[in-house]
């Protein structure tokens, strides 16, 4: 079992920038790949990008690919979600999730993340 808890969300004016983040308990922490999502309102839920096991894998959805930035910290048990150059169809709320994997790879499906924290909202204004 994961548990997971975003914060760092708030408003921001297009353009502008804001980090994410996402904290894991457990001690398996490192033999998951951690994903992030994003549904806004009345879309679907969105894959925006994960990173594998080890970090050495990072793969970003093509709308925010030269924008976001993903990391994590298997020592503390962190991830973070670095934006920039916000745009006002980058509003949503933003969830992290922990998906089981057997090799250094990024899953996109939600389908095959597990666990997922709450999600924190994220809004940029124009």
Known sequence: Q???AESGGGLVQ???SLSVSCVASGRTFSTYAVGWFRRAPGK???FVGGISQTGGKTYLADSVKGRFTISRHN???TMSLQMSSLKSEDTAVYYCATAIVYSDYVPTLPGHYNFW???TQVTVSS
């Open 14 to 16: 297009a353009g502008g």
């Open 75 to 77: 020592a503390n048990n």
């Open 117 to 119: 924290g709450q999600g």
């Open 44 to 46: 679907e839920r969105e």
């Open 2 to 4: 994961v548990h997971l």
